[in-house]
């Protein structure tokens, strides 16, 4: 690892489908974060969120309990504030990764990269199906170099960009380190 470092203590939030998929998007979140940490970024995981005494796991039985039988008013009444701690959790981010299988329906996902690219913050996406499968809509958003084949090609490109020496002429990328602890 370089001694530049642009990324340390930067914050990144990770965005994918959680509710139509059989782990809850688990697993490729927990692969991604050991080489986040490794050069230094906080890790935001929505798997890993307790809020108001619910787990993921809890929140996603009763959801799926109070659809079943048909109390739906009971969904955004008590968990509601899933989507306001995700978008906040976007808010606070300073870049974001985002796992996109277009075989599985992704709500949220799309507010969250909407959000962040109001915000202009990095976005980077891959797509499980590869770059030239992702979502045309992606490609009007975000700048194409921003859209990856695979996990490894953006753990690769966040290497690049946290051993880079001059960042004047990237897109989207700001980094305060040199604010901080003064």
């Not at 642009?6 to 914050?11: C, I, T, V």
């Amino acid at each position: 690892m370089d001694s530049i470092n642009n990324l340390k203590d930067s914050r990144c939030y990770l965005v994918g489908a959680m509710d139509r998929v059989k782990d809850g998007g688990k697993s490729w979140r927990e692969k991604i974060t050991l080489p986040l940490i490794h050069i230094g970024v906080k890790v935001l995981n929505p798997c890993k969120k307790i809020l108001h005494s619910f787990s993921e796991e809890d929140s996603r039985h009763w959801i799926e309990y109070y659809k079943e039988t048909g109390q739906f008013s009971r969904i955004r009444e008590e968990f509601g504030f899933i989507r306001s701690a995700d978008l906040r959790c976007v808010d606070i981010s300073d870049f974001i990764i985002v796992h996109i299988d277009v075989n599985t329906h992704a709500c949220g996902t799309y507010e969250e990269i909407t959000t962040a690219n109001r915000q202009k913050k990095p976005i980077l996406v891959w797509c499980e199906q590869g770059k030239s499968h992702a979502p045309n809509w992606l490609f009007f958003m975000l700048p194409h170099e921003h859209i990856f084949n695979s996990m490894e090609e953006i753990i690769n490109y966040l290497n690049y960009i946290d051993s880079l020496q001059n960042t004047k002429g990237l897109q989207r990328w700001f980094f305060f380190s040199n604010l901080y602890n003064q």
